[in-house]
């Protein structure tokens, strides 16, 4: 791109880059077509999707036959074919299945295993997958005569938000990875977000600017944190990074990129925000460098808040953004266009003058092209909804304007809930992917809103000047939620409504292996309950078990805290009473198993969240029985979902911690991990003696281990405090609580005691003792705290 002499003739540039003439359409077709042209060739990717079928089904490998067809074979468009091998044979070929790239092969080959096979395909940490269904080799079911064309009403399915990567991937090693892109290809994802690795950029381009080693130390996040350090939120917090952990990082970094091109998908890879290391203001004193504010530090300790941002509009930006770039290209090849860039992402521009955005925008842009002279940015559209105050019609438009047409695509982060493109005319033109956030910190909890991704995305699409080009899911965590997640990845190949209700019957019997009558029956109470939140809240994990609230009840002008509750408890009870009539039919299926135990904790957490409103109001009548009971009984709750949890592998502290410890190459290292995976689930950042982190417990989790070694000290002491200020006559102590708390989880912070990875006792027991013990006692006595007798789940833990 050329280089600006003044900020006023950004649009004038546009015809240098991309002819005029393009239409909307074109401009994404050239750019597809651009992105086709890097793709491998038609015997890698068939050998590549092969081989995706080898590890989920060894046994099927001669049953099926890939290949590779161009898109005038799927009317111009991405789609896959599935159809009847001919002639027909026992031990050969039974189902052809024919995509454009291996990606829609794969997905083919997931459409064919659930629609004709009963097969399901989820993560492992959610159930894993259940193929007792499909018949034997040589048995296969055909399809019509005919055979299927299923097509991409879109070009894309993006996949990834910016901090996935730290509170589901960052302990990963090869072995998870493979497993996720083989996921990412049967679920049709094409536009995947590669971040791994990039610290080990950022250090040799940096250090071509005379930034050493030794001044990175304070520049990057630890392992953790990467995330946040990366957007510039912090620096050094639970750093610093090791050579061992920098290397390994690319190492495995070149991995993901080679699987996902072998499967055609397009990666996306991060680019240049203006996040420099304090040291480049030593070497360059005249740049345009800013401090920015703090951001959620407690008492903006500079050892870690306040990072420094280039300007956009300094010259030396385009100059370290076009060496990043040029460094991916070197390190990986020529594997992308599509760069990831939020430069304004929780920070707000100095002033909202419309030619000023755009010049930044435009110089955010020209340093991409100066490395990639292809180069599309890829933006996530959060501070249109996060930071909407500032970010008004006018600065909108200046943003997405300031760069040519065909060369930005907004991500509509959370068109789930809070849909940016219905108010701001199509994104004021801007090519968009309509995508579903769902989940903040990796929380554990059973949400979502079947009934807006079954149509939301197909609204979008067909609306009047639609400029939408892909779904997406970009959720903060992943591993959890499944059926939330199948239903979003097949809105990919779906061009009309989703009738949900039909779907979910399906869904359940794909998912435990056959049909059961009272697990459908619960799936429809969860379809309109736990599964149609419609209060557009953003669904943090609040309940008061992982998030304890932070208060004194003793100040009778304090509102009582609420989490959030967005249907009928009963309902969801009577899912939870048929799933367990359900348990004889389903025994052994690690599905069943999984739904169970988080349907169990959902159920008992909402309990939980009664139960501390009843202790907190009991304090403030000043009764001790009561007070006594309530806190007891909640008490209880947290030791209960504990030996509930650990029935279940997927539902474990200790694998956590064993995944963060298996990466380390030295005692320091060891610890210095193990801090960073416990600290990221509980306090996160910084705290006083006296005041907990600003976002404590914005990554909590509903693991074994946590809730008795964590969640449970910190409510016991809570309450003790509260006790003893009835008993005593005095005022609750809430500073003096905080102390003792803060200690302790500092304390635990920097432990290293082992926490189990296996499970241990029968999940379906345990379930059925707890709802015996909390919802047909609770018939009996308001309060439903039973003591008495030998308690089964105690037997069991």
Known sequence: ??????????????????????????????????????????????????????RLLPGYVSSFKFKIVSNDVCGGQSCFLISNYSPLSKSGPEIVIKGSTAVEIASGLYWYLKYWCGAHVSWDKTGGIQIDSIPKPGSLPLVKAEGVMIQRPVPWNYYQNVVTSSYSYVWWDWARWEKEIDWMALHGINLPLAFTGQETIWQKVFMDFNISKEDLNDFFGGPAFLAWARMGNLHGWGGPLSQNWLDQQLALQKLILSRMLELGMTPVLPSFSGNVPAALMKIFPSANITRLGSWNSVDANLRWCCTYLLNPSDPLFVEIGEAFIRRQVKEYGDVTDIYSCDTFNENTPPTNDTTYISSLGASVYKAMSKGDKDAVWLMQGWLFYSDSAFWKPLQMEALLHSVPFGKMIVLDLFADVKPIWINSSQFYGTPYVWCMLHNFGGNIEMYGILDAISSGPVDARTSENSTMVGVGMC?????????????????????????????????SRRRYGKAIHQVEAAWEILYHTVYNCTDGIADHNIDFIVKFPDWDPSNASSALPQAHLWYSTQKVINAFQLFLEAGNNLAGSLTYRYDLVDLTRQVLSKLANQVYLDAVTAFRQNDVKALNLHSQTFIQLIKDIDVLLASDDNFLLGTWLKSANKLAKNSYELRQYEWNARTQ???????????????????????????????????????????????????????????????FSNQWQEGIELYPVKAKGDALAISKALYEEYFVQRKKSKYHFHTGGNRVLLVTR
């Open 475 to 507: 959720m903060e965590g992943i591993e959890h939620n499944p059926v939330v997640y199948e239903l979003m990845s097949e809105m990919a190949f779906r061009s009309e409504k989703v009738q949900v209700l039909e779907w979910l019957k399906s869904y």
């Open 681 to 743: 689930v509980t306090m996160w950042f910084d705290n006083t003696k006296t005041e907990q982190s600003s976002l404590h417990d914005y990554a909590n989790k509903f693991w074994s281990g946590l809730l008795e070694g964590y969640y449970l000290p910190r409510a016991s002491t809570y309450f003790q405090y509260l006790l003893k200020s009835l008993q005593e006559n005095e005022s609750f102590k809430l500073k003096e609580w905080r102390r003792e708390w803060i200690s």
């Open 1 to 54: 791109m050329s280089n600006f002499n003044s900020k006023f003739l950004i649009l004038v540039f546009t015809v240098t880059l991309l002819p005029i003439a393009l239409s909307e359409p074109d401009a994404i077709k050239a750019l597809v077509k651009r992105l086709d042209s890097k793709r491998p060739s038609s015997s890698v990717q068939e050998a590549a999707a092969k081989s995706v079928l080898k």
